[in-house]
């Protein structure tokens, strides 16, 4: 496995157990539909929220968050209106970021509620 994508499933990985930690339960993760991606979708409550994670082990070039561009939004956009359809959901959504900085010893871990609609 390459060590970009270990990197993205540690990150994952991070990102859900910090959501169950923070009273989400995590419905699904990596859900596709056509080509968007979902990395998790969760609940909180009576709301449905789709997270995109970004993981980075340096800050070098910027924080992980910043790497979520319009058109990677606009693709998980259209990847929740798929599920939406999919599962009739009727209730609130909300789209969120979790970025997970793997520098030192112990990541760091910043979710950002309602990051672009």
């Given at each position: 496995?390459?060590?970009?994508?270990?990197?993205?499933?540690?990150?994952?990985?991070?990102?859900?157990?910090?959501?169950?930690?923070?009273?989400?339960?995590?419905?699904?993760?990596?859900?596709?539909?056509?080509?968007?991606?979902?990395?998790?979708?969760?609940?909180?409550?009576?709301?449905?929220?789709?997270?995109?994670?970004?993981?980075?082990?340096?800050?070098?070039?910027?924080?992980?968050?910043?790497?979520?561009?319009?058109?990677?939004?606009?693709?998980?956009?259209?990847?929740?209106?798929?599920?939406?359809?999919?599962?009739?959901?009727?209730?609130?959504?909300?789209?969120?970021?979790?970025?997970?900085?793997?520098?030192?010893?112990t990541?760091?871990?910043?979710?950002f509620?309602?990051?672009?609609?």
């Open positions: 496995m390459a060590i970009q994508q270990e990197k993205g499933n540690l990150g994952e990985q991070l990102a859900a157990n910090y959501l169950t930690q923070h009273g989400y339960k995590v419905i699904e993760q990596n859900y596709r539909a056509g080509k968007a991606e979902i990395d998790i979708i969760c609940r909180q409550g009576n709301l449905l929220v789709f997270v995109e994670v970004k993981a980075r082990s340096s800050t070098k070039f910027g924080h992980p968050e910043s790497f979520v561009s319009e058109a990677k939004a606009a693709k998980i956009m259209e990847g929740a209106e798929q599920y939406l359809l999919e599962n009739h959901w009727q209730g609130p959504i909300r789209f969120d970021i979790v970025a997970v900085e793997l520098v030192g010893a990541p760091k871990i910043t979710h509620e309602d990051a672009f609609y």
